[in-house]
């Protein structure tokens, strides 16, 4: 087992973990589940990605294919039609970190030389030559647990042992990139909530999030808006916000230390609340 990771090694600057960070996303798809078609446009892309920046986060996630269940493949030229003028565009204005959502080599490659500044890989950079790719670009990585492929991924999945399947997956994964010269501090693992996971496997994961604290990496939460939490409050997808709230800062509190959210001003005011509540109790104490 490594030692808990206090910081994620990026190529501009290293990432200090000690508190957790605000991931916001901004889709560039015509078809993701909240808010597809909304950020098409390259000027309204970086204008909804400095405005998550202003609200807080330090962290901004550029996708260029919907991962929803049932989506449907994107060419490797669409998604880099889509991603690659944003983030070209937005480099210029933001010192915040730049995350790629992708799993296509090519993209990945590509958007290295334009700045990026992580690659957030859904499919844990199981793609032919993505593991290659980021190898060689040296850029951190986020490899995420996924049971099938979007478009199947939420026909009756079953698990025996859901932590130990997702423990045992990641640790596999984050191998095989060290074996191929991307160093531990440069790895970040995300459970994949929602991805091949029922309501029921949903909340477990929640509840013991905290023990795949034991494979050394930093963790990443992705909830916002997703389904389990409809199944929770019964709203729709753009009333999920207090529940993404919620959710997100109970994985904070699970140790996860960068939450992957639509929605960054609400989430930010809750976890300064927390932070002040514990940096209370560290006074006191």
């Known amino acids: 087992m490594l030692t808990e990771a206090k910081e994620l090694q990026g190529i501009r600057c290293n990432l200090q973990l000690k508190r957790p960070h605000i991931m916001g996303i901004v889709n560039l798809t015509p078809d993701s589940f909240s808010d597809g078609g909304c950020f098409q446009e390259t000027d309204k892309a970086v204008a909804q990605a400095l405005k998550l920046e202003q609200e807080g986060a330090t962290l901004l996630d550029l996708g260029g294919e919907s991962t929803r269940p049932g989506a449907a493949p994107v060419s490797t030229q669409e998604e880099m039609d889509r991603v690659l003028p944003v983030l070209e565009a937005l480099r210029r204005q933001t010192s915040a970190w730049i995350s790629i959502d992708t799993s296509t080599p090519q993209l990945m490659t590509e958007a290295a030389k334009l700045g990026a500044d992580l690659i957030n890989d859904v499919r844990a950079l199981q793609r032919p030559g993505a593991v290659e790719a980021v190898a060689a670009a040296g850029l951190p990585v986020c490899l995420m647990h996924m ?11 079953v698990y025996t042992d859901l932590l130990g399947s997702i423990s045992s997956f990641l640790q596999d994964r984050a191998r095989v990139c060290r074996e191929a010269g991307i160093e531990a501090e440069k790895i970040l ?3 994949g909530f ?6 029921k496997h949903n909340l477990l994961l929640l509840k013991q999030l905290d023990q795949l604290l034991d494979l050394g990496y930093p963790l990443l939460a992705g909830m916002s808006r997703k389904r389990m939490l409809g199944e929770i409050t019964g709203r ?11 959710a997100h800062l109970l994985a904070a509190q699970k140790g ?19 932070q002040a509540s514990l940096n209370e109790e560290q006074e006191a104490g």
Request: proline share 6%.
């Open 147 to 157: 049971q099938g492929e979007p478009g199947s991924m939420q026909k009756q999945p």
């Open 189 to 191: 693992l995300d459970p």
């Open 194 to 199: 929602g991805f091949g996971k029922t309501l």
């Open 236 to 246: 729709e997808v753009d009333q999920r916000e207090a529940a993404s709230i919620a």
């Open 256 to 274: 996860a230390r960068i939450l992957r959210v639509h929605d960054v001003a609400g989430l930010k005011d809750a976890l300064d609340v927390w």
